[in-house]
């Protein structure tokens, strides 16, 4: 780390509540705290500052140690845009945490994020399409089945490897364009939202994923119009499971990002 430091903006709707930016902020980052200026430490000497000035609402500002490895190769896209924002170096380290960050609560709550070379990332709201419901309840194979086949007809189990009675095996079900929506039950990863509840130890993650056909889709920043409909229809469709997963086994649901979803606002 250079001892420098370094400036990134996260522009939000004007109406976001802070108060929503720092829980879920602490869904990752339990230790979390605001100051009494609405400031949050993130820890690793990152902070979270809001724009208080009569027309800052929905702006913060990442404070971070500044943390640079080298470029992209040239030809090589990624999905946050880095490569294209960050042409000498790449953030590395605390700073690439805490951007990782912003950037994820830009694509939760419709922002974007203005690099300190003044480049703005966009992040799209279904560029992250899986979801894990977490709970204290498993399904055989044959039960899940039977819930999902009223949501996707096509869905079927996959192998059930022997010994799998409730966890360690997965179901599949095709989605447009020759993608695929995966159902993977596993013993639970103990997401950092859930670390205090006290049946996480014995819990179960139902995974849910999008397989696109192309496998080097995720790193598209931008996707064509074409795409992005097909990353929405898979995450609706996700999203309906996640729903009547919780209203059957109960328990909760999280991104990639390791924020809580809720449910309600996946039907």
């Known amino acids: 780390m250079s001892g420098n430091r370094t400036r990134h903006r996260l522009q939000l709707p004007r109406d976001t509540d802070p108060a929503d930016v720092l ?13 009494e200026d ?3 430490d993130l820890g690793d000497d990152a902070r979270l500052v809001p724009d208080r000035s009569p027309r800052g609402a929905g702006r913060w500002t990442l404070d971070t140690p500044q943390d640079r490895e080298d470029p992209l190769p040239e030809g ?4 946050h845009g880095y490569g294209r924002a960050f042409e000498d170096g790449i953030p590395f380290g ?6 990782d960050l912003v950037w994820a609560l830009g694509r939760r709550l419709y922002g974007a994020v203005v690099t300190d070379g003044h480049v703005r990332l966009e992040p ?4 992250v399409r899986d979801l894990t419901v977490t709970s204290p309840h498993a399904l055989a194979p044959e039960s899940l089945a039977q819930l999902i086949a009223p949501l996707e007809p096509e869905a079927e189990l996959d192998a059930v490897p022997e010994g799998a009675e409730r966890t360690g095996y997965s179901l599949s079900a095709p989605l447009p364009g020759g993608d695929v929506l995966e159902l993977r039950v596993g013993r639970t990863v103990r997401p950092m939202a859930l670390t205090a509840l006290g049946w996480l130890d014995d819990a179960v993650d139902y995974q849910l994923v999008h397989v696109p056909a192309d ?8 996707p064509d119009l074409d795409t992005s409909a097909r990353w929405e229809e898979a995450y609706r469709r996700i999203g309906r499971i996640a729903e009547a997963l919780v209203e059957t086994v109960g328990g909760y649901v999280t991104d990639p990002d390791g924020f809580l979803v809720d449910p309600a606002d996946l039907g």
């Open 23 to 35: 829980t879920m902020v602490r869904n990752v980052r339990p230790g979390a705290e605001a100051d």
């Open 38 to 40: 609405g400031a949050i």
């Open 76 to 79: 090589m896209t990624d999905s």
């Open 94 to 99: 605390v700073e690439r945490r805490a951007l």
């Open 124 to 127: 799209h709201p279904f560029h």
């Open 215 to 222: 496998e080097e889709e995720d790193a598209i920043e931008v």
